[in-house]
């Protein structure tokens, strides 16, 4: 498995635990790694009460589809989106969330970028998020 490591994403590429190819990636979770936690943060939300959501309370990992947008403006097109199922997992003790990305051989930076931005909002992991609240 081969990775590669840029600015905010590390990328490994191979056999995912679900099956199938996939890509996994880091989510540094900043200024909130020191009080972080993803299963108060799923379940406070109520994000793995909804379908097609689901929290595994043994491996404490949360999944959901989530898009990725395409943008064909270029050839005159309106924009499109398609939807990949993402695997959240927090590793004890580490300073960044792990996302698994199912049946993807690899992703463009901005699919990567796109993906992030949805989980950071999602977990409210930005401190603009976490005022919303």
């Excluded at 997992?89 to 992030?116: E, G």
Aim: proline share 6%; net charge neutral; glycine share 6%.
């Amino acid at each position: 498995m081969e990775t590669v490591e840029s600015q905010d994403v590390v990328n490994s590429s191979g056999p995912c635990v679900a099956g199938g190819q996939g890509v996994e990636y880091k989510l540094p979770l900043g200024g909130a790694s020191a009080t972080f936690n993803l299963e108060k943060a799923v379940c406070s939300h109520g994000f793995f009460m909804t379908a097609p959501n689901h929290w595994d309370p043994l491996s404490k990992t949360f999944q959901r589809p989530l898009r990725l947008f395409h943008s064909r403006e270029h050839e005159g097109l309106s924009s499109s989106s398609s939807s990949v199922t993402v695997q959240v997992s927090h590793p004890p003790q580490a300073s960044h969330l792990i996302l698994r990305v199912f049946d993807s051989v690899d992703l463009s930076p901005a699919h990567q970028q796109s993906l992030m931005e949805q989980v950071r909002r999602m977990l409210r992991l930005s401190e603009a998020e976490r005022r919303k609240v």
